[in-house]
């Protein structure tokens, strides 16, 4: 299982971002993929997940309702739609899956992960 994220860069606070995740190398169908974050100094946490099969999703509550996580079956891509963001949004993201289809939070219970896409919120 190959993932590929992109989409980070510099933004200002209150600004949108949206990060991608592509995903090969598998059928992905019973997958949760999710979007982890590490900031400096910080362990890496959980942001948003979803069952590939169902979309069903869910958020760490310091983005609920302003980060939304959706994915596009024909292009095997996940994506995090990043709005209204925060100086404390900073971190490196990455995207994550695992082959079991129940959503979980710790990073432990996560296959397979992608390389980092910086994300920084200026005040």
């Known amino acids: 299982v190959q993932l590929q994220a992109c989409g980070g860069g510099l933004v200002q606070a209150g600004g949108s971002l949206r990060l991608s995740c592509a995903a090969s190398?598998?059928?992905?169908?019973?997958?949760?993929m999710a979007w982890f974050r590490q900031a400096p100094g910080k362990e890496r946490e959980f942001v948003a997940g979803?069952?590939?099969?169902?979309?069903?999703?869910y958020y760490a509550d310091s983005v609920k309702g302003r980060f939304t996580i959706s994915r596009d079956n024909a292009k095997n891509t996940v994506y995090l739609q990043m709005n209204s963001l925060k100086p404390e949004d900073t971190a490196v993201y990455y995207c994550?899956?695992?082959?079991?289809?129940?959503?979980?939070?710790?990073?432990?219970?996560?296959?397979?992960w992608g390389q980092g896409t910086q994300v920084t919120v200026s005040s």
């Open positions: 190398g598998r059928t992905f169908s019973k997958y949760v």
């Open positions: 994550a899956a695992r082959s079991v289809p129940l959503i979980r939070t710790a990073v432990y219970e996560y296959d397979y």
């Open positions: 979803i069952r590939w099969s169902g979309g069903v999703t």
